[in-house]
């Protein structure tokens, strides 16, 4: 099972982005799925995740101007961005909850991907 990850870049402040990630391989079905970001010098910190009924929840200095959301039919999953800050800079990582059999839960990573919104 792998998570790969699209989309990040460079944005001016106030700009948009959106990742995507992909969940593949032998899925029996995912669970929680979530986005984690890490800026340079500091821990890896939960941006926004997401249950597989759609429920949500978000860090505290992204809400309102992140939206998390999933196709659970693709096996995929979101992270929308507006209003970026520089403050958001960091590399994104999308994380996952898999069962892959009856008996064996995963818990996946992509492969991170780094977003930069420059001062």
């Known amino acids: 099972v792998q998570l790969v990850q699209s989309g990040g870049g460079l944005v001016q402040p106030g700009g948009s982005l959106r990742l995507s990630c992909a969940a593949s391989?032998?899925?029996?079905?995912?669970?929680?799925m979530n986005w984690y970001r890490q800026a340079p010098g500091k821990q890896r910190e939960l941006v926004a995740g997401t249950t597989r009924s759609g429920n949500t929840n978000y860090g505290g200095s992204v809400k309102g101007r992140f939206t998390i959301f999933r196709d659970n039919a693709k096996n995929m999953v979101y992270l929308q961005m507006n209003s970026l800050k520089p403050e958001d800079t960091a590399v994104y990582y999308c994380?996952?909850?898999?069962?892959?059999?009856?008996?064996?839960?995963?818990?996946?990573w992509g492969q991170g991907t780094l977003v930069t919104v420059p001062s």
């Open positions: 994380n996952a909850g898999v069962l892959v059999s009856t008996t064996t839960y995963l818990e996946v």
């Open positions: 391989g032998s899925i029996l079905q995912i669970s929680d």
